[in-house]
């Protein structure tokens, strides 16, 4: 089992620019695909961006079309964190953002993740 604390959220203005972590714990990270997903209020959660273990070959990552260009997934195997780097951040960039790991299927869907982080609030004002 994996156990996931997000971190880094806050009050940023636009234009601004935030770190979140995703640190592990209970297992290695090296080997999961991870993704992060955020909700606004009163909107469905949805996919921001994944980071995928393709076994011998480099990992492989995608965006949202609303964050491509502005965000970056990386990840630190000796720390065993992702990390979100979002740059240029939008007032409709405010959400609590969460990570997971990958269990199945499809890599934009939440439902194909588990043991989610508890969230970090991203706040950004215009």
């Known amino acids: 089992q994996v156990q996931l604390v997000e971190s880094g959220g806050g009050l940023v203005q636009a234009g601004g620019s935030l770190r979140l972590s995703c640190a592990a714990s209970g297992r290695t990270l090296s080997t999961l695909s991870v993704g992060w997903f955020r909700q606004a209020p009163g909107k469905e959660r949805e996919f921001v961006t994944f980071?995928?273990?393709?076994?011998?070959?480099?990992?492989?990552?995608d965006y949202a079309d609303s964050v491509k260009g502005r965000f970056t997934i990386s990840r630190d195997n000796a720390k065993n964190t992702v990390y979100l780097q979002m740059n240029s951040l939008k007032p409709e960039d405010t959400a609590v953002y969460y990570c997971a790991a990958h269990r199945s299927g499809d890599y934009y869907q939440d439902r194909s993740y588990e043991y989610w982080g508890q969230g970090t609030q991203v706040t950004v004002s215009s």
């Open positions: 980071h995928r273990y393709i076994g011998g070959s480099p990992y492989s990552r």
